[in-house]
């Protein structure tokens, strides 16, 4: 199943327009998958709210921020953590802290098996709900899969090959994948977004992945949030 995947500028942008950024004049970026979908608001707490930003509606993905080693870290809730630190060595301190930060509050099972990561990365992969900056292509990140037809590679990851596509043709692609479910992550067509009008009280959270569904009012959760059901959709958010 293919997954979008974006430069790592895209990510750091965003988390720039959200003042979280490194100010140093050259800086290294690192890149690891922690093979687990976190439920980022006990990771929020977990991590400390004085250094978190979690502003799902801007970015769906946790902002950590460290001052020693100088670093941020921006945790999605598909398992990808993308780090951008002053040093290399800062990089690594800081994939290795989160990991077992998490593996702490139970999100994570072992955190020596999360440490392993990847410097100056190509593609991060990010959840249906990141805003992609289109520059006429888009990656697609397929594990263990051959490339759809005429999609020449540009690289090879292990297990996960990394291709580029015409915009237009990625785009059924990604359609079709963020309303499946299954292992992937599944989003709801035509959901109304945490800016809509309707009153809490009419206003429902439901996930299109397994079908929870819970009144907005008397709700913890919140729109872009991961199902605390079935852990695969995310949450959305609709009129009653």
Known sequence: MAETAVP???VLSQAAAM???VEAPT???ALTDLDRVLNLNAAAIGLGLEDITYDPDRLPGLIYQSDDPEAVAIIFGNGTVLVESATPAGARDVVADIAGRLADLGLLDDATLTTDYETSPTAVPVPPEFEVESDGTETAVYSDGEPAADEPTT??????KVYRAAESESAGSDAGQSDSGGEGFARAPNSVTADSEVPDERAELYCPN???ARTKDAATLRPGDICPECKQGYIAERGT
Request: hydrophobic content about 15%; charged content about 30%.
């Open 210 to 212: 397994c079908g929870l």
């Open 27 to 29: 800086t290294t970026t």
């Open 19 to 21: 003042d979280a950024a």
């Open 8 to 10: 790592p500028e895209q």
């Open 155 to 160: 690289g090879d990851d292990g297990d996960t």
